[in-house]
């Protein structure tokens, strides 16, 4: 059976070929399996990517799949992807097919609900590695599982700042899929960078409730312009609504993940994009070559796994100049995104003068509230 016919499709996915041969239940049974895992050619790694989106979505999950074009070539590596994966029981028989069709040695789960599922499967397979993005893992999970993770955050900071300064109206939004530290920490990062250079602006937080929900994305784009907000970043996946939504009301706006000035070419500022090249092309190696493959693996600006976008043509030689001061300053460690005097938007106090949070700081991951300067609330 080849890759080819295992390609996803309307008709033909992997989970639609398990249930089609009736495998599905022997799979998660754990045993009595009908085709028998596929060895490994010598010198040969397999590598499946399962993303819950389109790959070409223009947002999170094609930043991955770009990351996969540049991989692909590596000698010795075999690359699987599936897309449009929902967070359900659906992806461990993904996981299964890629496993048992494919002979996969590795595993990535690209969105965040995927970790439970990953957790439940992995120790059937003790000899298939399975990396989830997030960094959920924890010491007690199965030891052949684990997390990775780029501070995004880092660049968001870096749009925070040219949004504040191309505003006129010294009202910021931000649309958010789910109330998680990980967005949660884009929409501080992005109202730190803006009251860095205007420590009276405000931003507006919207959240949606939903990685990919494009109605209710206009809405939000249409009721933060309607507000007299002109610049605008979001936390979603697929970002095509709101920048070509903000475009057409006439207000600035921020890209995640890849380069989207195609998407909003009056008024796109720049973008805080994913370089996943790196960290997969690390734990490849590591896979290829040992010494061993990390549990947790992390990094930012500094480590190369986040990197600010290019920038559109609405951003200003006074923008470039500053967020790119705070880009090299970021990767340097000689500025930090959270510093103090700080408090939430409650007034309780976070951080007093002098202090700051290190990118790393384990804290910043269970991060459960919002700055002050965010106009919202968590529920």
């Known amino acids: ?49 399962v993303y819950v989106g389109p ?16 991989l692909k070539s590596t000698p010795g590596l075999k690359v699987l992807e599936e897309e449009n994966v929902p967070e359900t029981e ?71 700042i040219a949004a504040a300064l191309a505003s006129k109206t010294g009202k910021l939004g931000f649309i958010a899929a789910k ?15 803006a009251r860095s250079v205007n420590p009276n602006i405000t931003v507006q937080l919207i959240i949606t409730g939903g990685w990919s929900v494009p109605a209710k994305e206009a809405e939000a784009t249409n009721s933060l312009a309607d507000n007299g ?5 979001c936390h979603i996946d697929d970002l095509k609504v709101v920048l070509q939504t903000a475009d057409q009301r006439g207000i600035h706006s921020c890209g995640l993940n890849v380069d989207q000035r195609a998407l909003a070419p009056k008024g796109y500022l720049t973008g805080s994009l994913y370089n996943w090249k790196t960290p997969y092309g690390e734990m490849i190696q590591d896979v290829m070559n040992g010494p061993s493959l990390p549990h947790l693996l ?23 100049s500053a967020v790119d001061t705070a880009a090299a300053e970021l990767a340097a460690g000689k500025r930090f995104v959270f510093t103090g005097p700080l408090k939430d938007n409650k007034g309780k106090v976070l951080l007093t003068a002098g202090q700051h949070f290190a990118v790393g700081d384990p804290s910043l991951l269970a991060m459960d509230y919002l700055v002050e300067g965010v106009n919202g609330s968590l529920t």
């Open 1 to 49: 059976m080849t890759d080819h016919l295992l390609q996803p499709s309307a008709t033909h996915s992997r989970r639609a070929l398990l249930r089609t041969l009736g495998v599905a239940g022997l799979a998660a049974g754990g045993s009595g399996l009908l085709l028998p895992r596929r060895a490994r050619a010598s010198k040969t790694l397999t590598v499946g990517w």
């Open 90 to 160: 659906a992806v461990e028989q993904t996981m299964e097919s890629m496993i048992n069709f494919d002979g996969a040695d590795l595993l990535f789960l690209t969105s965040f609900g995927y970790f439970d599922h990953m957790v439940k499967v992995a120790p059937k397979y003790p000899k298939v590695q399975f990396r989830h993005q997030g960094l959920l893992w924890k010491p007690e999970d199965p030891a052949n599982t684990g997390s990775y993770f780029g501070y995004i955050s880092e660049g968001l900071y870096g749009c925070g």
């Open 229 to 233: 907000v002109d610049g605008i970043a």
């Open 55 to 70: 790959k070409n979505d223009f947002g999170f999950n094609q930043a991955h799949h770009e990351a996969v074009l540049a």
């Open 298 to 320: 992390r990094g930012g600006f500094a480590e190369g796994f986040v990197r600010m976008g290019p920038y559109g043509p609405a951003a200003s030689d006074q923008v470039r």
């Open 179 to 193: 109330p998680i530290p990980a967005v949660l920490r884009s929409v501080n990062s992005f109202t730190m960078g």
